[in-house]
């Protein structure tokens, strides 16, 4: 936290550089407000980076682009209804609002747009008074009407009316707390967190756009866990991930076994560690590992067995948590791309450990590496994160074990296209060698052919075309 003579100092040279300058000065030429409003400030504050420039002002939207249009590179209008004109000037891009002054309909989650006439009303209708916070410019004065400071200063999350009708006006404002819990560390006031546990169900009329989004947002902060354990403990997990807080299965005297759902939560803290340690620096969150990182056991529920020797078990909780995974992020409207890579993720998580404990031929390393294709990196980290166990002699094991299959993969990929393992003979070669004509056949050789390479490494052309011929005699007439 920065104290306040730091944090106005940072904000006066913020204002006093462009593109804020000059902007200020073609506002209160044309008589109009303009305030630095909501997170930059919040952020000035907290001693964080600076990134987005959000402004708002007394301007109607056909002003702000009067105004603007003389200074700046570009400008748009995809939130004119709402008030909101972007422009970008040089290497800055802000966006520039008109003051609100909304009303909501209980069960709409749309707010009937209405223009208003002040800073401070504008600042009340916002979701928590540490976002409430604004500068003026040219005028650099401080704007508080809610008491956003001290809040700040006391690592407080307090809505700036009552959480019931914050949370009434824009139920997502629910998970834009719980992010901020995670992403700031701040603590939600007890009536916010109270509000949100009874309110969880006005989450139902939010899109599901909108929720993605802010669990993707989550998922990207340094410490999602206390977000998430947030979003269990209020019950909007239900309405966003319902397959998380099902992780805590019941543990009885007779059947013990690891808390599947603090297992979880461990898991994706240590492939953030891995990702952060193996990736290049400031490269943006990996959603797709810490999706799969997250949800690689929500199979072991519907998976969970006890034997009769009251050993528990969860038996191709792999396979049914990618089909549940996949389910889920459909649900989400998450891109088909991130679907498709975070099922696989968790459809392969245990592949390492069946062979573990024994040493790894060319074939099954070729094999990894087809089957994980281009997720192998994120399954290398997420394997090594799904290593919990507080036994230090079985971790190094099995660390040393995954250390020496992914150097197994970097000698076979200096030797062989790891990457891309194809047959040694195409699909036109197969169809000249055997003279068929495209069909089931020229398939089915392709994939022997495909088997023959990934068991026994590269072969020449004309060994290829042998195997081809043996195979294809082998058949005989009756399978032709």
Known sequence: MESVAQAVSRLRELAAAEPLATLAQRFAAAGHELALVGGPVRDAFLGRDVHDLDLATSARPDDIIRIIRPVVDAHWDIGRDFGTIGARIGDDTVEITTYRADEYDPSSRKPEVAFGDTLEGDLLRRDFTINALALRIPQLELVDPTGGFDHLVAGLLVTPTTPERSFGDDPLRMLRGVRFAAQLGVTIDEAALQAMTAMRGRLEIISAERIRDELVKLLATASPRRGLELLVATGLADYVLPELPALRLEIDE??????????????????????????????????????????????????????????????????????????????????????????????????????????????????????????????????????????????????????????????????????????????????????????????????????VRLDEGPLAADVAEQRLRDWWSARGDDSR
């Open 254 to 451: 007779h059947a013990h076994h690891k808390d599947v759902y603090e297992h979880s939560l461990t898991v994706l803290e240590q492939a953030i560690d891995l990702e952060k340690a193996r990736g290049e620096k400031d490269a943006p969150a990996d959603t797709i590992l810490r999706l799969a990182a997250l949800l690689h056991d929500i199979g072991k529920p519907a998976t969970r067995k006890i034997e009769p020797n009251g050993a528990v078990t969860f038996h191709h909780h792999d396979v049914v948590g990618a089909k549940m995974a996949k389910k889920r992020l459909t649900a989400l409207r998450f891109d088909k791309e991130t679907i498709t890579a975070v099922a696989r993720l968790i459809e392969l998580h245990l592949r390492f450990f069946g062979y573990a404990d024994a040493p790894w031929t060319d074939s099954g390393v070729r094999r990894y590496v087809r089957d994980a294709g281009p997720v192998l990196e994120r399954l290398h980290i997420l394997t090594r994160a799904d290593v919990t166990t507080r036994n230090k002699r079985k971790a190094s094991r099995l660390k040393n074990a995954y250390d020496e299959l992914e150097q197994r993969i970097t000698e076979l990929a200096e030797q062989e296209e790891l990457a891309a393992i194809r047959p040694d003979l195409d699909g036109e070669q197969i169809m000249a060698i055997l003279g068929l004509r495209p069909g089931p056949e020229v398939g089915a050789a392709y994939r022997y052919l495909l088997e």
